[in-house]
């Protein structure tokens, strides 16, 4: 019999790092009620994750930043990251998509000031 061996225990998720983007179910919805969408996942807290909104680029703000490569950010249309954050426990995401580029994150960081 085989066992399929993971460290981080069967069937666990690993813990998101700190501006990937993963599909969850984030207070981003009408009323702060939870949508399943694309976020980047800013700091871990006490409280749970910081993560923010990732938009179609059609619908950014002011300081909203545009993500310059898509493909590493796992998306598949211009999009934006809306530096408005939210807070997320760990079981409220789904799956990994991809990641920030550096000059992403810098603009992230830009927004956030």
């Given at each position: ?53 990732i938009?179609p ?23 934006a ?33």
């Amino acid at each position: 019999m085989k066992i399929k061996y993971s460290p981080n225990g069967p069937g666990k998720k690993p813990a998101p790092k700190t501006w990937e983007v993963w599909l969850a179910d984030a207070p981003f919805g009408p009323g702060g009620k939870s949508k399943r969408c694309p976020v980047a996942v800013g700091k871990r807290t006490s409280a749970g994750w910081t993560v923010y909104e990732i938009i179609p680029s059609g619908e950014r703000g002011g300081k909203d930043a545009v993500i310059s490569d898509l493909i590493k950010a796992g998306q598949d249309r211009p999009s934006a990251v809306h530096v408005v954050p939210g807070t997320v426990q760990q079981t409220a995401f789904v799956q990994k998509m991809g990641e920030l580029s550096e000059a992403d994150i810098g603009k992230v960081i830009a927004g956030l000031r």
